[in-house]
């Protein structure tokens, strides 16, 4: 993920210490994004062989099971777009990004499954916040750069006050900002995983968002690439003339 995020990085550097992908601010860490592989342990090849069997049970066909059979079945499958025998299997990632990037996350329903960090539960005050830098800001002036930090250094004031004088959590987050990171658990099965990363790697995603889906796409890839490697062709083929 961070190699993405290089040249943007570079450009926040103007603006106090980076390190090991954080910055500290007054009174909050601004943070990049992050995607990491939760589930499952499985070996590649132990995945393709539990899909091949589910999908030879439609056709009865598991005498034709052999050395190489599981690639080209599976290639028919994404060609004869019979793609629900893909929903047999999925992983789960734990994901790192913004309150608002999570609010285009959590729209991926069927097939999808989440648990959110919750701000109504969570007590900032007696842990640092976080706030996640956004991908624009790697482009903006140093004199925007300085209006994002101080801005949020005042959001993050409020909040922090508002709970020192006695409000709740799911009262004072009110005051927190939309680039507040925020921790999600995803789990999707196979077929929907594809849908979501056509949708959210395309030109027409939110950059951020686009950040996220890439790093899903890759974990995806490389556990799975017979299964995504049309999906990784075509972002490939895309960022030869496209920059977020």
Known sequence: MKGVWDEHVAGTCMIGAWAGGRLECKNYTAVLPSVELLAPTMDSDAIMRYIEAAIRTAYKSEDRTGPGTCDRLLRHILASKHESTLEHFAMGFRVITSRGVSHELV??????????????????????????LPWHLGRRSIEQQEFWFNSHVKLIDCYLTAVDNGWPPQDARGFLPNDMKTELVWTMNIRSARNMLQLRTAKAAHPDMQVVAREILRLWFQKLPVLFQDIEAEVVAGLANYKL
């Open 107 to 132: 729209r991926h329903r069927v097939g999808h499954s989440f648990t959110q960090e919750s701000t109504r539960y969570v007590n900032y005050g007696k842990r640092k916040p976080e706030v996640i």
